[in-house]
């Protein structure tokens, strides 16, 4: 007996691709995850696949323009520029991430797949930041 | 505001402090700023306010793909 296999980007097997189509019972789809150092979304012959993820390069340039800023009120605010360096220097190497987590997801023969995927640590950096830079402009009188 | 936003202000208040206080800053370490600067730090300050909020609000991008068959 020939065994068939689920194609998902046959239109004969099963259903074609197309919202709505569905998947019939016994049709294989593999999805899974592992924490990698890339954020990464691998689709292989797959289709009708939706992918929602963090904007991870809004995240970097926002962290980024915040520290900036954080050391653009340390220059101009405290007189002794080394001492301003150096708080600058501590600050930031307490509350700068490393890196963001990065997820690799893998989609492989599958059809009508919605992933979600969102970057907790990279909101929370960012708060933290912001509440750093608005606890030091009231700290240093600076408005 | 609500929770995380109050754990996070009061985290970056203690953690200012404690990096003010090694590093020797004292209220005469100040330097004080010009009307214009202190524009310039409102309005930077402002922008990066809104800024956040939208990327809280709208940090996601969604993305439909297909791929080919990779024979």
New interface residues.
Partial sequence: MERTTFNA?DPNSNVG?GRGSGVEQGAEETIFTEQASDDH?I?????????????IQ??VN?QV??QL?IA??LS?????GS?AQ??QQ??LQ??STKQLIRQKTYIENSRGIEV?M??AE???S???L????????A????? | MNE??QL??K???L???D??E????TPS???P?TPE??QQ??T??EN??V??ER??QH????????????H
């Fill in positions: 980007l691709c979304v689709i292989k012959d797959s289709c009708d696949v939706t992918v929602t993820t963090t904007d809004a995240a926002l323009a915040i800023a653009l009120v101009v605010s405290i007189a002794d001492q150096k708080i501590d600050l307490r509350i979600t969102t970057d990279a909101s929370v960012i708060q933290l912001l509440q750093v830079l608005l606890a030091l402009v700290k240093l009188d600076v408005l | 995380s936003d996070a202000n985290l970056g208040e953690l200012l402090g990096v003010l090694r590093n020797g800053f370490s100040k330097r700023l600067q202190k730090i409102r930077v300050l990066l306010q800024e956040t990327f809280l940090s996601q991008r969604t993305i439909r793909r297909e791929s080919k068959p990779n």
